[in-house]
């Protein structure tokens, strides 16, 4: 089932995080596993911003093994001396979580190499790397992630999230959206659908090089989209593609730090309901989310079959 939803200021900043927060616990009923956030936020450009996690949450509901804060600790450990020899410089670090971090830093290499340097210490996965996007997902409701979090104060442009019901994958933080668009910086994606090509998709692309951390289908998109971009295309050109590249039904949302967009498949059996403005574009699965940030008389529509559309900041 799952609820998606995106909002996109243009030509100014807004209180993103309490705006999607709305948003997405207007949608908990669609989704109760797990809530995740892509915020761009008011960074000041100049550094990258890493999110990344040593383990899973094991609080109730949560599939994962517990662990003790020394196993979490050592992990972290790798990954600086990692990072080190990469020549990334950290600037700040913050744990967030007993699992989860958030460092600025400064890098000027390959991120694909980069990466994959990172993700070979055991249990190790970027959530994120971007300067301006901040990828934030957990188990529990939208509220409860944005208060774990710290997200009711991020200012930024746009931002999409996901309310998660798992249907095809584990009730964790890998399998929960958004996805990082591997290897671009501040490119992310959330899903509402079922991708019936998914294991022939995900070998064609792991034969090309790329990465999948999960086995949850809407991975796909991100790594689709990643590597119709590595080779060229523009967004909007990888997303027209996708409508008949991937099979089934979806709705998607895909962000990038300066834009917004939405595909719709050509059977258009997965809901959406757009609002548009001069000054704003907001969209979920159901109205009640847009409406839970404007309460006021507003005009909606739905978005056609097999339509892409990208909005910029």
């Known amino acids: 089932m ?22 997405l616990q207007a949608l908990k009923h669609r ?28 609080g109730e509901g949560s599939t994962s093994v517990n662990e003790d804060a020394s196993v979490y600790d050592k992990r972290k450990k790798l990954v600086d001396n990692m990072l080190s020899e990469l020549g990334a410089k950290v600037i700040k670090e913050d744990q967030l979580t007993p699992y989860s971090f958030r460092y600025e830093m400064e890098f000027n290499n390959d ?20 300067k301006s996007l901040e990828l934030i997902k957990d188990l529990g409701d939208a509220a409860a992630v944005s ?23 584990g009730v964790d933080i ?27 998709n995900r070998r064609v692309l792991e034969n090309k090089g790329m990465r999948f951390m999960s086995e949850c289908d809407s991975e796909l998109i991100a790594v689709y989209l990643a590597e119709k971009m590595r080779n060229g295309a523009t967004l909007e050109e990888g997303m027209k593609d996708s409508l008949t590249g991937l099979d089934g039904v979806f709705t998607y949302f895909v962000a990038t730090k300066d834009s917004l967009g939405m595909a719709k498949d050509t059977m258009a059996a997965k809901p959406l309901v757009l609002y548009e403005s001069d000054d704003l574009v907001a969209m979920g699965s159901e109205e009640i989310a847009i409406r839970s940030i404007l309460p006021h008389e507003i005009d909606t529509y739905d978005p056609f079959d097999g339509e892409v559309k990208v909005w910029q900041i």
């Open 174 to 200: 890998k399998s929960a959206h958004p996805f990082w668009g591997y290897p671009f910086s501040d490119v992310s994606v959330v899903h509402n659908g079922q991708l019936t090509n998914y294991w022939n």
């Open 111 to 130: 991120l694909m190499e980069f990466s994959k340097k990172i993700e070979s210490i055991e249990s190790v996965e970027i959530l994120s790397i971007g």
């Open 2 to 23: 799952c609820g998606i939803a995106g909002l996109i200021h243009r030509g100014k900043s807004s209180n993103v995080g309490s705006e999607l927060q709305l948003m």
């Open 31 to 58: 989704g109760p596993d797990s809530t995740g956030y892509a915020l761009y936020a008011e960074n000041d450009g100049k550094n990258f911003i890493m999110r990344f996690k040593v383990g899973e949450n094991v």
């Open 147 to 169: 208060e774990r979090y710290g997200l009711g104060e991020v200012k930024g442009t746009h931002a999409i999230g996901h309310a998660r019901m798992a249907t095809e994958s």
